[in-house]
Structures are given as C-alpha cells and as structure tokens.
C-alpha cells in the first residue's frame, strides 16, 4: 500500500484546515484583552530588541514568560505587524495538532483511530477557533499533551506494552524509555516558559491519577520509573529554568518574583473581574467542544466500565486503554483545578479538549469496529440539543441586528445601549450556517444509523466546522464593531504622534494600535534598573519604576503636563467623572465610548 493510499484522508483533513485557520486572519482587529496584550508584548520586543524580557507599554511585564512572545515576534518580524501575523503561529500549531493527533491515535491503536481524533479536533467549536486566534493556550496545551504522553509511553515500555502494530515479543530499547522521560520533560519545561507552573501541575496531575487509578501496581516498585521520573523533572528543570535561570543573574530576582505572586493571586481570587458559577466550566466544555463533548459524554460511562460487557470493545490494544484512562484522568484533574480556582475564563479548561475529542474518537473506533445498524439516542438527542441552542444563538443576534432599539429598551446600561447602534442590519445570507449545521447532523447521524460510520463522523464534523467559519464571516466583524469598534479607528489615528494615550477601563488597544513612540533610553534604563533594586512601591507586581505617563493620577491631575492626553473612556460614570477634570474636553462621542482630550496647562 503507498504512502498516499495510507495517508490521503489526512492529507484532504490538512488541506481544508489550512484553507479555513488560514483565511481572513487579518479581517478582523485583535481583541482585548488576551490579544492585544500578548500582541503588543511581542511588538515591543521587535521595538525594543530585547528578546530576553516581557515589557508592556515600555515597562516590564510580569505575568507571563517569554517563549510564545519568541515565536509571535519571529512572526510580526517576517509579515508584519499586525493582525494577521499576531494570529499565524496559532493556524501553523493547529496544522501541528492534527499530525499529532492522527500520529498518536496510530501508535495507540490503529490510523483510523488518528484519523478520528484528528478529525474531531478540527470539527469541534472551541479548538477549531483557537487556531484562529492569537492566544498563548495552543502552544501552551500543545506542549503539555506532548509531555503527559512522553512520560506515559516511557513507562508502558517498561512494562512491556508495545505500540499498536509492532512486532510480537518485540522489546524496547533503553532509548525508548529514557528519551520518553527526557522527551516529556523537556515538552513540561516549554509549557512552563509558554504560560508557567501550571504547566507542569496539570499533566504531573493526571500521571498521578492515572498512576493511581489503573489495575496494578507494577510501575510503583520499579526503580528505573522512579529513575525516569527524576530525569523528566531534570529536563523541565534545564529546559524552562534556562530562561529564569538567565533572567534573574542579569536582571534579579524581581521578574520570578512576581511571576509567582501573580499566578498565586489567580488561584485565590477572581482576577480583573473574570469571575463566575462552580459549573462554569463544564458548561463551557459541553457546548464549546461541541460535537465531541456529546460524544464523549456517550462513551465515557463503556470506558469507565459502568456498562458492563462494553468496555472491552473500545480497542484492541492495552495501550489504547491506558492512553483512555490517563485522557478520562486529565479531564478530571482540569474540571477540579479549575472548578477550585476562582478566575473564570473560557481558556483555563482548554487542555480538556484533548480527552473530550479524544473519547469523542474512541467512540466512533468501536462504532466501526461493530460495523452494524447502531442506536443511538442519547446521541441524536444530545447533538440536536446543543446543535438548538447555537442555532438559536445566531438567529437572536441576527434578530438583534434588525432590531437595535427594542435590544436597548431591555438594557438599562447608557454604555450597552449605545453599543447597539454600532451593528449594522444583517444580511439574509446570515442565517445560512443555521441551515447548514441541521442538514449536516442530519445526514451524519443517517449514515451513523446504517453503519456508515466515517461517512457520518465526516458530515458531522464538517458540518459544525462550516457552521462555525460561516457565522464568524457573517458575525465576527459586527460583533468586534460592537465591542470595540470605535476605540480601535481612535487609536489607530493617533498612530505614532507624540501624545499620552490613556484608557480609563483596562485595554491594550493604545498601546498596540495608538503605537506610542519608544521612550528616551535613559528613561528605559532607569526603569530597569529601579526594577532590579525593587525601588519604588513595593507591591510585587508594582514592584517597579513607573514612569509618569503610566499613572492615572498624573495625566489627570498633574499640574507639570507638557504634551495632550487622550482618554478613551465608556458612556456613563467613567465619562461623567472625566468630565469633571479640569481642562479635560470631549471630541468625539459614538457607540457607547468617549473620546476625551486634556491638554498641558498654559504658561503664566
């Protein structure tokens, strides 16, 4: 059989995902925050050209540490600043997460089982979009996956578990073992240098769990598991402390410092207001991994082994068992993190779409392993359900469109009403993906019924995959105009001039898109230096010299101005109070912000 006969499905699979993480990356602004801030972190390395710290508006950064910044700037320095280049490492991680996926499906049981998987990930919501975004998380789950299935594979090898389609009575070598502990050590320690520590608690987690939970205890008494664990935890030492290690023997202790209370403080409270219900995450798993999420929900109690007589018809390989135990793990440690954690952001979860499209996968392998009439009406009711409500969801914002005072009349907001006036009418090709998404369930689970199992899976997931890119060309553009529309067009005019750039809620659009000139370097330095000593106010993540134009107090009030300030602000009690400063003016007023001008005081 030839290479293109093996691997043409995935090859087709590729195809229409570079065609759809591709297009239109560019059309629509960056969004606050997420965006904008790892955006403009990495336009400022370029500015600066400094790769070995993280500054924001010319100041040092503390929240996150350098690596996706790496790869962003590399992007911006090739193509361009902007939105397109801010959003094309995540298009090409993608692209890497179905080889992946299609290439660990194979070794656990068979290519359709990769192909499956591949296929899932690419047709459910949530993942299928992060690939269109300029989000740190990707790269971030991309390299925990990785590490988690190092570690795994090591230890299966030294318990004798080969890979799915070698050799009977084939044994590893001692490479096989030892670079899967280096390998996942070093994947643990990239994940710590994308987004921190977390990095490594939830994968070291879920092989604790996993550890925990299987049959047997033969790993426990081995001294080379406990060997090779010690080597993975040497790797992510060597790997992220690389970076940490350099920063801090040139620039202090100031920047791990910080880091560290951050990532504290977002466990223990809600941070910047992203707040919100202990089943948050569930509820944004079940509909943002939709399809997958119904399918796995169908196959979790068979891998479970709740339905007795069903779990060994998953898979033929013990391997791909383990691999269900470890993904079922996984899923459960990031419902309990993040259930514990108070910040609520739709992100946090997003390692769980692994386990959620893997099982949908396994699913659909012991659906076509039986190869007859199936009945599945959990899964009809389940798919039909979810499928209602994002219909539902289109059909009321495109009702909205057409409807912008009756939407102000239920909203007591001056801001959120005046937000409304910015959408413009939708046209009637809107509602097309709303066709598009039943027809192709439908279908799907037709074929599903009669056996057709990969022809199904293909429908399905093709059609939320088209339902998906059809609503963000038909709704993401009126949507950014809506959020932040006139804010973006105002920076952006202020482009390079001279001036202080000032948003009275929390944004990065004036520092990406108002592009403020790179400040004297004698300020810069002061800056850094200041932040080595830890001079100034001594809270750690404003353990820093901070230099004048950053502080409210001082565009506001100061008396010592010396060139104009521009406010943004929002409609209500935010522009009400700027109102009040003196010397402060209105210019410009539309869609529920403000524009608001100070200039320097006159001489006597």
């Known amino acids: 059989m030839t290479w293109w006969r093996q691997h043409r499905a995935l090859v087709f699979l590729l195809g229409l995902a570079a065609l759809a993480w591709g297009s239109f990356l560019g059309r629509v602004p960056l969004f606050d925050w997420d965006e904008l801030n790892f955006a403009e972190v990495s336009r400022e390395m370029l500015v600066l050209g400094d790769w070995s710290r993280v500054h924001i508006n010319y100041e040092l950064f503390w929240e996150k540490p350098p690596l996706f910044f790496w790869i962003q700037a590399t992007s911006m320095k090739g193509l361009g600043v902007g939105a397109f280049a801010a959003r094309f490492p995540n298009a090409l991680i993608g692209l890497v997460n179905l080889v992946l996926l299609y290439v660990l499906g194979s070794r656990l049981e068979d290519r359709r089982l990769g192909w499956f998987w591949a296929l899932a990930w690419f047709g459910s919501f949530l993942p299928h979009l992060y690939a269109k975004s300029g989000l740190i998380d990707p790269l971030f789950n991309t390299c925990m996956l990785l590490g988690t299935y190092g570690v795994l594979s090591a230890s299966w090898h030294l318990e004798g578990r080969p890979r799915a389609n070698t050799a009977p009575g084939s044994k590893a070598g001692s490479w096989r073992i030892w670079g899967g502990f280096a390998g996942g050590g070093v994947a643990l320690g990239l994940a710590v240098l994308a987004k921190g520590p977390v990095g490594v608690l939830l994968p070291g987690l879920t092989v604790l769990v996993y550890l925990l939970l299987r049959p047997g205890r033969a790993l426990w008494p081995m001294p080379r598991f406990w060997t090779g664990l010690a080597l993975t935890g040497l790797m992510v030492l060597l790997t992220a402390g690389s970076w940490f290690m350099y920063d801090w023997m040139r620039n202090g ?306 008396p010592d101005l010396d060139k104009p300030v521009w406010v943004v602000a929002r409609a209500g009690g935010q522009a009400d109070y700027l109102a009040t400063v003196p010397g402060m003016e209105q210019m410009k007023a539309h869609g529920g912000f403000v524009l608001l001008r100070r200039l320097p005081p006159k001489g006597p």
């Open 253 to 558: 202790p100031w920047f791990t410092e910080s880091f560290l209370a951050y990532q504290w403080r977002l466990l223990r409270t809600e941070d910047a207001g992203h707040g919100g219900f202990p089943g948050y995450h569930p509820v944004v798993l079940m509909l943002g991994c939709f399809p997958a999420s119904i399918l796995a929900m169908a196959v979790l109690p068979r891998a479970l082994g709740w339905s007795s007589g069903v779990q060994d018809n998953l898979f033929q390989n013990r391997r791909a068992h383990t691999w269900t135990l470890a993904m079922m793990a996984m899923l459960g440690v990031v419902l309990v993190v993040f259930g514990l954690v108070q910040s609520k952001i739709v992100h946090y979860s997003s390692l769980a779409y692994y386990p959620l499209t893997f099982l949908a996968a396994a699913q659909l392998r012991a659906w076509h392993r039986r190869g007859r009439t199936l009945r599945m009406r959990g899964v009809q009711a389940g798919l039909a359900g979810i499928a209602s409500l994002w219909i539902l969801a289109l059909l009321a914002f495109f009702w909205a469109s057409h409807n912008p005072s009756r939407v102000a009349t239920l909203i007591d907001a001056p801001f959120a009403q005046a937000q409304w006036t910015l959408v413009p009418e939708l046209p009637w090709w809107t509602l097309l993906p709303a066709l598009v998404l039943p027809a192709m369930l439908w279908a799907g689970l037709h074929a599903w019924k009669y056996g057709q199992v990969q022809r199904g899976a293909l429908l399905v997931f093709l059609g939320s995959a088209l339902f998906l890119q059809g609503s963000l060309w038909a709704v993401i553009r009126p949507a950014e105009t809506l959020a932040q529309g006139p804010v973006v067009a105002w920076w952006s005019a202020l482009a390079g001039q001279d001036v202080y750039r000032y948003s009275a809620y929390r944004s990065y659009a004036p520092f990406f898109y108002g592009r403020p000139p790179l400040p004297q370097q004698e300020v810069l330095n002061s800056a850094s230096e200041r932040a080595a000593a830890r001079m100034g106010i001594p809270e750690g993540k404003h353990g820093f010299y901070r230099r004048p134009e950053s502080r409210r107090e001082w565009l506001l009030w100061g």
